[in-house]
C-alpha cells in the first residue's frame, strides 16, 4: 500500500513536471511544430493513451492532473478530461468499474453537455448505456445562438435557444460592472426547449450602451430545483441614438399679443371730453347778440346727456376686450404651422433614426 | 471610428435641418386709422330761441336729416342735409358739404352750407344764407367695445353772395356711437347745438337750435 501511495506520488509530480515542460515555451515551439495542439491536448493524449493501454488507474490520474492545473484549459479540454476519468471509472471490465464515480462525473458532464456523445475510442455499450440513463436522471441545460447578432430598429432581440433534458425554467440576465449590476432580465416558462430573447431597445432607448457584458443564464429544474447557471461575455457595439429634442407645445410667452391692451381707464379722458362738451353746449354756447342769452335757460337735457355719455365710455372702456391685431393672429398662426411642420419633421426624423439604428452583439458562448 | 464621425455628422445636419421656430416674427402695429363709409339718419329734439325785434321766442321742435361720410385714413368728406320745424317759427332748411384733413382722432374741416329759412306761407321763396365753415372734430373708439365719441365743433363764417346778410354762427356736436359687433350697423345718441346770427342792416337776428339727437345708420370700416 504504501509503495503504490509513493509510486502515485511520483507518477503526479512526473505529471506535473511534464506538463509544466510542456508549457514552457521552447516545448510549445517543438509541440507548434508538430501540429497544432497544446500541452494539455499532449496531457490528454497520455491519459488517452493510459486508457487504451487499459491503465485505468493512470488514465484517471493523469485526467484528473488537467483539471487541477492552474492555467486555464478550454471546455473541450475539460471535457474529455472528464470523459476519460468517466471512461476509466466504467470500463468494460466488470471488476474495475466504479459505477457510484461514474455515475457522479457523468452528471457533471451532463449539466452542461446534454447531448454528451463519447468518442468511439473511450466508449463502449454499457457506458453508452449509462450515459442515457444518467442522462434521463440529470437536469442538464445547453445554451447556443449565434455569436454574432445584428439587430435593427427598435423591436429586435438577439436569441439564445436553450435545451435541457429535463423541463425547467430559464432565466437570463444580462450584468455589468463589478457587482453584477443587472441591464436587462427576462425568464421563460418551463420547458424543455425555448428562446432567451434579449431586446436591443426598451422605451425607445437601446438596452444597452456599446460595451462589454455578461449573459447569465439559469435554468432551474422544475421538478428538484437543481440549477444550471452559464456566464457568457458579450461584446456590444451600439452607436449613439441621438434624438431631436420636440418642445411639449409651443412657449406662448414667445406669442404675439392677438389683442391691444384694454382701454380701461384711459376712456376717462374721452368720457370727460364728450360728457363736457354736452354740457357746455347746453349751457355755454350762445348767440353773443341781442338779449337771447339772457332769456334762455341752461338745457337739463345737455348735462343728462353729456352724464350718460360720459357713463357709457368709461364702462365701455373698462368692459373694452382690447382691439384684435390681425396681423399678430396671423403671425401666431404661421408660427404655430411652422411649429407643427417642424414637430412633424423632427417626429419622422426621430422615428427614421429609430428603425433604422443598428446594434451589434458578439457572444462567446462557451460556457464560463 | 470614421463610422462614429460619420454617424455624428448625419446627426448633427439632421438635426440642424429640424430647427424649431422660436418665436413668430415681430409685426409693425397696423395703423388704427382705417377707411370708413357711414350713412346715417338722425333727429334732434329740442327747443329754438329766435330773437326778432327784440323780442325771444322759444319752441320746441325737431329737426330730421340725413349725412354721409366717406373718409380715409388722413382725409376725408361729408355730406349733411337737414330739415326742421319748431312751432310757428320760420322752418329751416340746411345742407352743407366738409373736407376732413388729419385723421379722425384728431381733424380739422372747411367746408361750406346753405342754410334757408321759410315758413308755410311762402314755401317757394326762402331766405337763404351760404356761409363757410371751419372746424375741428374727434372721434375716438374707446378700444373695441363698439362705442366710439365724437366731438363736433364748427364756427360759420359770412361767405358768398348772402354775406351781407350773415353775421355768424357756431355749432358743436356731442355724441356716442355704438357699433354693432358683426353687423355694419351703428346707433348714436348725442347733444347738438347750433347758433346763427343773421344781419339785416344793423339788425341782428340770432337765434339757437339745441337738443338731444338720435341717430343710426350703415357703418362700414372705421372700427
Redesign the interface.
Known amino acids: 500500500m504504501t509503495y503504490l501511495r509513493i509510486q502515485w506520488t511520483l507518477r503526479r509530480v512526473a505529471i506535473t513536471v511534464g506538463i509544466l515542460a510542456l508549457a514552457t515555451p521552447a516545448a510549445a515551439q517543438v509541440q507548434q511544430a508538430a501540429g497544432s495542439s497544446t500541452p494539455i491536448d499532449q496531457v490528454l493524449l497520455l491519459a488517452q493513451q493510459a486508457y487504451d493501454d487499459l491503465n485505468y488507474a493512470r488514465a484517471d490520474s493523469v485526467a484528473r492532473s488537467v483539471l487541477a492545473v492552474s492555467i486555464p484549459i478550454t471546455s473541450r479540454q475539460r471535457t474529455q478530461a472528464l470523459m476519460i476519468i468517466v471512461a476509466s471509472a466504467f470500463p468494460e471490465e466488470v471488476e474495475m468499474q466504479k459505477p457510484t464515480l461514474a455515475r457522479g462525473t457523468l452528471r457533471e458532464l451532463v449539466r452542461n453537455r446534454i447531448d454528451l456523445k463519447f468518442p468511439s475510442t473511450l466508449t463502449w455499450p454499457g457506458l453508452d448505456s449509462l450515459v442515457e440513463a444518467v442522462r434521463r436522471t440529470t437536469f442538464g441545460m445547453q445554451v447556443s445562438g449565434d455569436s454574432i447578432q445584428a439587430l435593427v430598429g427598435p423591436d429586435a432581440h438577439a436569441v439564445l435557444r436553450v435545451r435541457s433534458t429535463l423541463p425547467g425554467r430559464f432565466q437570463y440576465s444580462v450584468v455589468t460592472g463589478p457587482n453584477d449590476s443587472v441591464i436587462v432580465f427576462d425568464s421563460i416558462a418551463v420547458t424543455t426547449n425555448g428562446q432567451l430573447r434579449i431586446p436591443a431597445m426598451r422605451g425607445e432607448r437601446p438596452t444597452m450602451p456599446a460595451g462589454v457584458y455578461t449573459v447569465v443564464v439559469s435554468g432551474t429544474d422544475s421538478a428538484t430545483a437543481d440549477m444550471v447557471t452559464f456566464r457568457y461575455p458579450v461584446r456590444v457595439e451600439a452607436?449613439?441614438l441621438?434624438f431631436?429634442r420636440?418642445?411639449a407645445s409651443i412657449?406662448s410667452s414667445?406669442?404675439?399679443p392677438e389683442?391691444?391692451k384694454?382701454?380701461g381707464y384711459k376712456?376717462l379722458i374721452?368720457?370727460l371730453?364728450?360728457?363736457g362738451?354736452?354740457y357746455?353746449?347746453?349751457t355755454m354756447?350762445?348767440?353773443?347778440?341781442?338779449?337771447?342769452g339772457n332769456?334762455?335757460s341752461v338745457?337739463s337735457?345737455?348735462m343728462a346727456?353729456?352724464g350718460?355719455?360720459a357713463l357709457?365710455?368709461i364702462v365701455?372702456?373698462l368692459?373694452?376686450?382690447?382691439?384684435?391685431?390681425?396681423?399678430?393672429i396671423d403671425?401666431?398662426r404661421?408660427?404655430g404651422e411652422?411649429?407643427r411642420v417642424?414637430?412633424d419633421?423632427?417626429r419622422s426624423?426621430n422615428a427614421r433614426?429609430l428603425t433604422q439604428y443598428s446594434m451589434t452583439m458578439r457572444f462567446s458562448l462557451e460556457p464560463r | 471610428m470614421i463610422?462614429?464621425a460619420v454617424?455624428?455628422i448625419m446627426?448633427a445636419a439632421?438635426?440642424a435641418?429640424?430647427?424649431?421656430?422660436?418665436?413668430?416674427?415681430?409685426?409693425?402695429?397696423?395703423p388704427?386709422n382705417e377707411a370708413e363709409f357711414r350713412v346715417s339718419g338722425f333727429m334732434i329734439t329740442?327747443?329754438r330761441?329766435?330773437?326778432f325785434a327784440?323780442n325771444?321766442s322759444?319752441t320746441t321742435g325737431s329737426i330730421r336729416g340725413a349725412d354721409l361720410l366717406l373718409r380715409a385714413s388722413g382725409a376725408g368728406i361729408s355730406l349733411r342735409v337737414l330739415s326742421g320745424e319748431f312751432g310757428r317759427q320760420p322752418h329751416i332748411t340746411s345742407a352743407d358739404a366738409r373736407v376732413y384733413l388729419l385723421p379722425k382722432e384728431f381733424s380739422i374741416f372747411i367746408g361750406a352750407a346753405r342754410r334757408a329759412l321759410w315758413s308755410d306761407l311762402n314755401p317757394d321763396a326762402p331766405a337763404t344764407f351760404d356761409v363757410g365753415m371751419g372746424g375741428i372734430s374727434?372721434t375716438?373708439?374707446?378700444?373695441?367695445?363698439?362705442?366710439r365719441?365724437?366731438?363736433t365743433a364748427a364756427y360759420y363764417f359770412p361767405a358768398g353772395p348772402s354775406k351781407e346778410r350773415v353775421?355768424d354762427g357756431?355749432e358743436?356736436?356731442?355724441?356716442?356711437m355704438y357699433v354693432f359687433p358683426v353687423v355694419p350697423f351703428f346707433v348714436q345718441?348725442?347733444?347738438?347745438?347750433e347758433?346763427?346770427?343773421q344781419v339785416d342792416g344793423t339788425r341782428?337776428?340770432?337765434?339757437?337750435i339745441?337738443?338731444?339727437r338720435f341717430g343710426g345708420g350703415l357703418q362700414l370700416g372705421g372700427r
Request: hydrophobic share 40%.
Open positions: 452607436p449613439q441621438e431631436i420636440i418642445p412657449d414667445k406669442l404675439l389683442r391691444a384694454r382701454f376712456s374721452p368720457a371730453l364728450v360728457g362738451g354736452a357746455a353746449l347746453s354756447l350762445q348767440p353773443q347778440e341781442g338779449s337771447i332769456t334762455i338745457d337735457k345737455g346727456v353729456g350718460g355719455m357709457v365710455t365701455a372702456g368692459l373694452d376686450p382690447g382691439r384684435r391685431i390681425p396681423a399678430n403671425a401666431n404661421a408660427f411652422s411649429f417642424a414637430a419633421s423632427a426624423e433614426r | 463610422r462614429t454617424v455624428t446627426i439632421s438635426t435641418a429640424a430647427q424649431f421656430p422660436t418665436a413668430p416674427p415681430p409685426v409693425v402695429r397696423e388704427s329740442g327747443d330761441a329766435l330773437e327784440n325771444v322759444t374727434s375716438l373708439n374707446i378700444g373695441a367695445s363698439g362705442i365719441t365724437n366731438l353775421k357756431m358743436g356736436e356731442a355724441s356716442v345718441a348725442g347733444y347738438r347745438t347758433v346763427f346770427t341782428f337776428t340770432p337765434e339757437i339745441r337738443g338731444v
